[in-house]
């Protein structure tokens, strides 16, 4: 049940540490990674990758797409209902299908197209003997713990870190790839992870940034990098619970369009952690000079003043994963703003948690 909890899902983001210790839990040894369902060799031969995902899978897919592109791999994240002839496939295109529930129908029908096609399959799910796991050849379950609330939160955060486990097999097992230099540090960072998810929970003032900006006309989020999934991420919690307009977009893309939306009366959420983060603040300078309202989320000791007129702080970790931790702390401002506007927060109007359906 929920216990004390008003909603499933705000259990669910507090259940983060938890959840990530369950995905981590026995799987980095040292500078390398162990997964059982992956014994070392399993992907020789590969030479790209395909993901396969739908909504909050996919943004952990574009996540997963520049890890395993940067280690050498080729490799395309695709919304599973917009797979159709885009690329060739063959016996060296790895297909891996990122489903939480397992039983997204999109992303079923994406990964038998890739099969038709002589791919090697995988599936990274949350759910044991989901549909997934049948049809794939092999699953990487990600062991986050049910997730009710229909908005993914935990399996999100847990799905990414799966995911980078996954792109150091990939990159140690394929003549391709190459595992990251960094890899012990990486790796230690990943174990710490849950630590730094804990502490941001403790000390978060998204309450007091979400009731700042509620009533606002429109709400923009923004990155770059591993941050511009994070961003699209952002704004898709955002509008599913809330109802209200959020979009999210690369910083830099803002200058070509997106810049007429800004106005007083809209907000710019700023992702600024990560490697280009001051590239980030840059952008968002420039919409602050249009008047909005600029909030942004920040490694601890970034100086944001002049521009931001509000911080969320994110504890100290390894720059490609700071992103996922400015993300828990835009659960948590999309959850507070659908609960002060008084929204059916764990099923939100026209959305259901699996959707079998084409
Ligand atoms: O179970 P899946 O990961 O395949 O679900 C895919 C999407 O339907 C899902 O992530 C949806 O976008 C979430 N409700 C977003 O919070």
Redesign the pocket.
Known sequence: GKGEYDHYMRKEIDAQPEALRGTLAGRIDGDDVHLEEFPPGTFEGVEHVHLL??????HAALVAARQLTRAGLPTSAFRASEYYDLQPVDESTLAVA???????AD?LGALRRAREADARTAAV??VVGSSVSREADDTLYIRAGPEIG????K??TS?VVALTLLTHRIASDSEAGTVREDAAEFLAALEAFPNAVEELLATTDARTVSDDNMGRDAHFFIGRDFEYPVALEGA??FK?ITYEHAEGFASGELKHGPLALVTTDTTVYALLTGERGEETLKNAEEAKARGTHVVAIAPEGMDVGGVAGEVLRVPDTHPDLAGLLANVQLQLVSYHTAYGLGRSIDKPRN?A???TVE
Do not use: P, R, W
Not at 98 to 104: A, N
């Open positions: 995902a739908c909504g909050t899978s996919y990122v489903t939480q529930s397992g039983e997204t992303t799910t949350n229909v908005a993914a939160t399996t999100f799905q898709l919690k599913e959305l948690k699996s959707v």
